[in-house]
T-cell receptor
Framework: QKEVEQNSGPLSVPEGAIASLNCTYS??????FFWYRQYSGKSPELIMS????GDKEDGRFTAQLNKASQYVSLLIRDSQPSDSATYLC????????????FGQGTRLTINP | DTEVTQTPKHLVMGMTNKKSLKCEQH?????MYWYKQKAKKPPELMFV???????INESVPSRFSPECPNSSLLNLHLHALQPEDSALYLC??????????FGSGTRLTVV
């Protein structure tokens, strides 16, 4: 079983600061990487996808991928209380496979 | 239409009941999925359908029976469930290379 690992937290960040979430994965063949946000009692919501090494920015969110180190991260700038949620790192196993595997999730709390 | 619609949103069933969960998407995605999520845990893959054919079954007990009647619909038939099967059941769909879109889920309680 391929693995996706995240620090489960909780991670507490003051409002307006940068929240940094990290994820490592074990399958070197993985090509597709995603970050989902999940509010309590709700379903996961896709916030970022990344496929190539480097940074990808979308508004206040930046995803970073380093395939050599098998590492994916998510930065949230100017954190808002509404960003408080569980953030799930997800990786598609292998090439051509359609199995999306999730990390355990990091619970993030933004303190006003 | 960028949504995955799941019905019902809530379901309470007895251990001898037969019920079905339904999922529909109109994004033209040819891959559809069922996931199960227990409280404070990540979603766990149950089944993958690709071009209406079952391509992955993650050793799910036979009391869960998936069905894909056409490219837009996915069902999960439930029979003789156990209380430990109570969970949030999530349907998702995806393009060939892209993020999976999840439905809002069905919260299932087995009594």
């Amino acid at each position: 079983q391929k693995e996706v690992e995240q620090n489960s937290g909780p991670l507490s960040v003051p409002e307006g600061a940068i929240a940094s979430l990290n994820c490592t994965y074990s399958d070197r063949g993985s090509q597709s990487f995603f970050w989902y946000r999940q509010y309590s009692g709700k379903s996961p919501e896709l916030i970022m996808s990344i496929y190539s090494n480097g940074d990808k920015e979308d508004g206040r969110f930046t995803a970073q991928l380093n395939k050599a180190s098998q590492y994916v991260s998510l930065l949230i700038r100017d954190s808002q209380p509404s960003d408080s949620a569980t953030y799930l790192c997800a990786v598609v196993e292998g090439q051509g496979a359609q199995k999306l595997v999730f990390g355990q999730g990091t619970r993030l709390t933004i303190n006003p | 239409d960028t949504e995955v619609t799941q019905t019902p949103k809530h379901l309470v069933m007895g251990m001898t009941n037969k019920k079905s969960l339904k999922c529909e998407q109109h994004m033209g995605h040819r891959a559809m999925y069922w996931y199960k999520q227990k409280a404070k845990k990540p979603p766990e893959l149950m089944f993958v359908y690709s071009y209406e054919k079952l391509s992955i079954n993650e050793s799910v007990p036979s009391r869960f029976s998936p069905e894909c009647p056409n490219s837009s619909l996915l069902n999960l038939h439930l029979h003789a469930l156990q209380p430990e099967d109570s969970a949030l059941y999530l349907c998702a769909s995806s393009p060939p290379r892209g993020g999976y879109t999840f439905g809002s889920g069905t919260r299932l309680t087995v009594v």
